[in-house]
Structures are given as C-alpha cells and as structure tokens.
C-alpha cells in the first residue's frame, strides 16, 4: 500500500487489488507547491507522518481555513514529504458528493422548491441507496472481519462529518448520511476501523446513535468552544487531525 511520509523515499509498493479490477499501474511522486495536482480529498499516510507535523494554536486561528486545509497540512510543505499519486487517475478515486447538486445548480433547477428538481433529487438518493446495498454484499455485514494479522487492520479510517442544518455546504442532510455510510463501508471494506468526528450536538447524538449506520469504532468529539479558536465548520478537517495528533 502507498505510504505519504517516507523522506527521501520515491519507491512504494502496490496495494493488494482484489476483484474485477487487478490492474494497477503505479503511483509517480507529486510535489506539494508546484503545478501538480498533490490535492486528495482522502489519502493514506503512516502514523509518523501525522504526528510530526502538529498543528499549531495559529493554524487554528486562520480565518481562511477549510475543509481541504486538513490535506495540504498532512502532505507537509513543499519537499517535506513524498506524495504519491497514481498514474491512472481513476484508481482510488471517489465521486464528489456535492457534484450532483451542483449540477442541478448549473441547469438553473431549485430542487428545494421545484417539483423537477426534487423528482431529480430523489432519483440522486435512490443512486446512493442502491450504491451503499452493494458494498453491503461486496464488503459484508458489519461484524465480518479480515485478517487481524493483515498490514491493511493496522490502518484507520478518519472522516470528519458535518451534517447539521439543512444545506449545510452544498447538500444536502438526506444525502449526507446516505454517503457517510457509503464512505464507512468502503473504509471497513479494506482496513481496519474507522473513527468520525464531528463539531455539532445533532451530528453526535446521531452517530453516538447508529440508528441505520454501519459500525463506527469512535465517534470523535471536537468541542466548538475548547477546541476551536474559531467556531466554523471549515476548521473540522484541521480539528480533527490536531485530535489524532493528541
């Protein structure tokens, strides 16, 4: 499996590939700082790369901070690093939830008042439904477990989650639970466990819940008036590794 933070490193091995898609071509490095696109909204890094690279009280602090903040400050700065992308662009890829609505948004639809759009809207869902039915049979059920000796069960899952209040960002609530299992099922598909965190008293009480999700190991709390120098949605990302750093 490919491992970010291996200075003076360029070599990874293949991941194990499993299934209808047995091809892979490789990875090449991709420096941060320059105009290769290093961004991934998800990416594999090893313990040590993580926690050398606190985040600071003044990160926290930054009024520009966003979701996305959370990759950049993992790859490290500019040579710091080996970020590994793969050749093929596809292998390891993810749909970007809020792509849909955005496109509905492009065709002028209000999909929150028109009937057109909330036809459109639901077929959306039931895309997801049927997706997340799937990896259920593709992966197992939520007690099916791998080799516990297997390199692939040392490694973590950790998402951010923030679905409070309707719209939030560019979807919507319905939708995002819809993905959040997805995105639990695809990660218990391959490692170990997977932990969530989250800033808003709803969002914990759902997932402290588990009411129609999968099996989460931790729910990890961010406190919005202990653990953040500015109380935005946009700082979960940075939040949360500065969580798994401590």
């Known amino acids: 499996r490919p491992e970010l933070g291996k200075p003076g490193s360029t070599d990874a091995a293949a991941p194990s590939v499993s299934g209808p898609s047995k091809r892979f071509i490789g990875l090449y490095a991709c420096s ?47 040579g710091k690093y080996d970020v590994l992308r793969t050749i093929d662009a596809l292998d390891f890829t993810v749909e970007h939830l809020s792509m849909y609505e955005r496109m509905l948004q492009a065709q002028r ?34 007690t099916d477990r791998r080799d516990p000796a297997a390199p692939s069960q040392r490694t973590i899952g950790v998402m951010p989650y923030y679905a409070a209040g309707a719209g939030s960002g560019h979807t919507r609530r319905e939708s ?10 695809a990660i218990r598909c391959h490692f170990g466990g997977v932990a969530v965190s989250c800033l808003h008293p709803s969002d914990r009480s759902y997932l402290e819940a588990g009411v129609g999700l999968p099996k989460i190991d931790h729910v990890l709390w961010i406190d919005p008036d202990a653990d953040l120098v500015v109380s935005k949605p946009s700082f979960l990302g940075l939040a949360t590794v500065r969580a798994v750093q401590t």
């Open 109 to 142: 639809i209000p999909f929150a008042e028109s009937p057109l759009g909330t036809a459109v809207y639901e077929t959306f869902l039931e895309r997801l439904r049927r997706y997340e039915r799937r990896l259920r049979v593709q992966c197992g059920d939520d």
């Open 176 to 185: 995002k639970a819809l993905y959040l299992n997805i995105t639990i099922r």
């Open 32 to 78: 941060i700082g320059t105009p290769c696109p290093s961004y991934a909204a998800s990416f594999l890094a090893s313990r040590a790369q993580l926690l050398s690279n606190p985040v600071t009280d003044k990160q926290m602090a930054r009024e520009n901070t966003n979701m996305e903040t959370a990759s950049y400050h993992s790859m490290g700065g500019r």
